[in-house]
Every structure is written in structure tokens, then in C-alpha cells.
């Protein structure tokens, strides 16, 4: 079969189909128009939305104003209501209360050469201790706003999870972690 | 149809008549669709009159099943005007129109392959001379059974293409596809066709 007769043969397969059923289409136009009744085409949500807008410039200005007047009452109300609630569990403590605390960690390691902490509040990457008096005595002072922590030190490479100074302790996969919690019941020092 | 009448307060859209009787249609196609905007359905209808075979032509060819192909054209149109504003009228509306009626093949398509119907085979309108009829009915059967187990994929094209006359360009807006794809789809779609016409004449002849 030669290229163009496959064109042709499927221009003329597809135009005979129509034709013995192009019955089906008499009267379309007036079901078409029965259904669709009074109706208008949609009108698109911008044209919508750009219907709202006043059409003179001073009217612009003054849905501009009733605008700013309507969000300023709710961020009043809103403060109003919010100011003298107290803060729940679950709600977000003020600024103050979030401010960091320096806490202290400790821990002695006569000999040790490389001490390090290790918790949540560094993603457990290591945050060394230091022995400026090497006296054996390691300690860091770290900056944490309040919460709840769990951490441990890495003595020369060894995982040292109980810390006398914790709060609490959790045994994760086999070993042990400290826990300290800083500010709202606990400074954590 | 109801048809304004002159002076009646909306636009006469639609016709004339000549003192001979005959009609003319005189609006062109942008007034006929920016009267369609204003709520005039009316010359809706003749914007349905003029597209409805290049419509119910696309849908046939896609969904190779003629009660569905009726159903989607009534509801293309219905479609159509309820989202005429989303039409750019210094675009094509073929285009456009065959992009809804695509698309709701495309829905239908998929519906069926989940509620599946027994097909009827297409009948085709007969020529008058006898000998034509035997020489060609054969191979235009065969041209339909083969378009009907073609994938959708190069079935849409094929008949955007060789009914509906329309270029690679349109047929990739109309698909959403590139138009080096529409190209492509095209050529292995006439090659698949002849591949299985081929098959077919030979099970013919050792059958």
C-alpha cells in the first residue's frame, strides 16, 4: 500500500462514519439551546473579583479604607482577647521565657583526651568540652531556650549516658542518654 | 430555534432571507461568539450548527462508539458555552471547541475502561455502484477494525489529522503533546494501521 493511500483511505473511512450516523445530529442545535435555557456563559472568578473593585479612583480608596479599618478592629479584638488568656501547655510561650539559658555541662574524665556532648540540641554532632584547668574537670556552657533535651558524652570515644547532673534518663537502642530540662520547672543545671 | 427578530432589541444575529427564500448567513464567527457572551443562545445554535459535524466527527474517531460520540458532542457544546469566557476570542475556536470535546473523550475513554460496554460495529454510509461497494467496503472495514484496536494515543492524532484536517501545531495544542510528538504518533500510527491491515489480508487468504 502506497503512503498516500492510507491517507486516503482513512480521510475517506472517517468521513463515511460520520455520514451514516450524521442522523444522530438532526435537531442538535435546538437541545443545545433547550438546555441551556436563560442561562450565561460563567463569569471567571477574576472577572469576579475585578467586578468588586470600584470603578473610580476615589472609590478604590474608599474600599481601600474600609479594608484597612476592617483588619485594624480585628487585630485589636484579637490582642484584646488574647492578652490576658494564660499561656497553656500547648500554647507558645512569650518572648522572655524563650530566651536561651546557658547551661553548664560537667563531667570528670581524669586522662581523657577528647570529651564531647552529643544530643538533640546539636542534631547529636559533637560540641566539645574543654579542661582549662586539666584538673580532669570538663566542662561547656551551651545556650538553650527552654524544652526538654536528651544528650550524652563521648569520652575518647566512649558513650557515656549517665550524667549525675540529668533530670531523667532513656534507654534508646541498648544504651543510655540523659535528659535535662531548662527553664519553665527546671533550669536544668 | 428562536431567532431575534430585527428590532426586537438584541442583535439580529443570525439570518436573512433573500426575496427568493433563500438564506444567507451573514455574521462572521467572532460576532456570532461575542453574541454567545451576552447570554444569546441563539446564535449559540448556529455556532453548534456550524461546528457540529467537525465535533461529532472527533468524537466517533476517538471513542469509536456512536451513542457516546452523540453524547459528548451535545455535551461539548453545553460545556463550551458554560466556559465560553475562558475562550480568547483572537484565537481559533476550532481549537478550542475540539479541546473540550478532546478532553471529555479523554474522561469518557477512561471511564469505559472501568465500566466497559459491548461495542457495535460502525456501519458505514454505502455508495450507489455495486462494484464500488464490493472493492471498497472490504478495505475500509478493515481500515475501521484496525483504527478501533489502534491505541488512543495514535488513534487522536490520526483523525485530528485526516478528519478534521488539522495541522501538527493544533493537533499538539489540542493534545497537550509537543509537535514533533504529533508527528511521530502519526507516522507509527499509519505504519501500525498497514502493519495491521497486512496481517489481516493474510489471515484472509490461509484462512
Not at chain 1, 45 to 51: H, M, N, T
Not at chain 2, 42 to 59: H, M, P, Q
Not at chain 2, 115 to 144: F, N, W, Y
Not at chain 2, 155 to 166: G, K, M, Q, S, T
Request: proline fraction near 5%; include cysteine; aromatic fraction near 8%.
Amino acid at each position: 500500500m502506497k503512503p498516500d493511500e492510507m491517507e486516503r483511505l482513512l480521510r475517506d473511512t472517517l468521513g463515511r462514519e460520520v455520514a451514516a450516523a450524521a442522523y444522530r445530529l438532526e435537531g442538535l442545535e435546538e437541545r443545545v439551546i433547550s438546555e441551556l435555557g436563560d442561562r450565561l456563559p460563567r463569569q471567571r472568578f477574576v472577572d469576579w473579583l475585578s467586578g468588586l473593585v470600584a470603578p473610580t479612583r476615589a472609590g478604590r480608596a474608599g474600599q481601600l479604607a474600609v479594608l484597612g479599618a476592617t483588619a485594624a478592629l480585628f487585630l485589636v479584638v484579637g490582642s484584646l482577647i488574647t492578652q490576658d488568656r494564660p499561656l497553656g501547655p500547648s500554647m507558645e510561650p512569650s518572648l522572655a521565657s524563650r530566651a536561651n539559658h546557658e547551661i553548664l555541662f560537667v563531667v570528670p574524665a581524669l586522662d581523657a583526651e577528647n570529651v564531647v556532648v552529643v544530643g538533640d540540641f546539636n542534631a547529636w554532632e559533637a560540641t566539645p568540652l574543654a579542661d582549662e584547668n586539666e584538673d580532669g574537670i570538663w566542662t561547656a556552657s551551651i545556650p538553650l531556650p527552654p524544652g526538654r533535651y536528651e544528650y550524652a558524652f563521648v569520652i575518647d570515644g566512649r558513650w557515656w549516658g549517665q550524667d549525675p547532673l540529668a533530670d531523667e534518663y532513656v534507654r534508646t537502642f541498648g544504651q543510655y542518654s540523659s535528659v535535662r530540662y531548662v527553664g519553665e520547672g527546671g533550669d536544668g543545671a | 430555534m428562536s431567532i431575534p427578530k430585527p428590532g426586537s432589541g438584541k442583535a439580529c444575529i443570525l439570518i436573512t432571507e433573500e426575496a427568493d427564500g433563500s438564506v444567507y448567513r451573514l455574521q462572521d464567527e467572532v460576532s456570532l461568539l461575542r453574541a454567545s457572551l451576552a447570554g444569546e443562545t441563539a446564535a449559540w445554535g448556529e455556532i453548534v450548527s456550524r461546528y457540529k459535524d467537525a465535533v461529532f466527527g472527533l468524537c466517533l474517531g476517538f471513542l469509536r462508539n456512536r451513542a457516546d460520540a452523540e453524547d459528548l458532542t451535545h455535551d461539548a457544546f453545553i460545556r463550551a458555552y458554560n466556559n465560553l469566557r475562558r475562550y480568547h476570542l483572537d484565537k481559533r475556536f476550532s481549537t478550542w471547541i475540539f479541546t473540550v470535546a478532546a478532553n471529555l473523550c479523554r474522561n469518557r475513554l477512561r471511564y469505559r475502561r472501568n465500566h466497559p460496554v459491548v461495542e457495535q460495529p460502525i456501519h458505514l454510509a454505502g455508495g450507489t455502484d455495486p462494484a464500488s461497494i464490493v472493492a471498497g467496503e472490504a478495505r475500509q472495514k478493515q481500515v475501521q477494525e484496525a483504527l478501533s484496536n489502534l491505541p488512543y494515543g495514535y488513534r487522536a492524532p490520526l483523525v485530528l489529522r485526516f478528519y478534521n484536517d488539522l495541522s501538527y501545531r493544533e493537533i499538539g495544542e489540542i493534545l497537550a503533546i509537543p509537535e514533533g510528538t504529533v508527528k511521530t504518533r502519526i507516522h507509527r500510527g499509519k505504519a501500525m494501521l498497514k502493519d495491521r491491515i497486512a496481517k489481516d489480508v493474510m489471515q484472509h487468504e490461509t484462512g
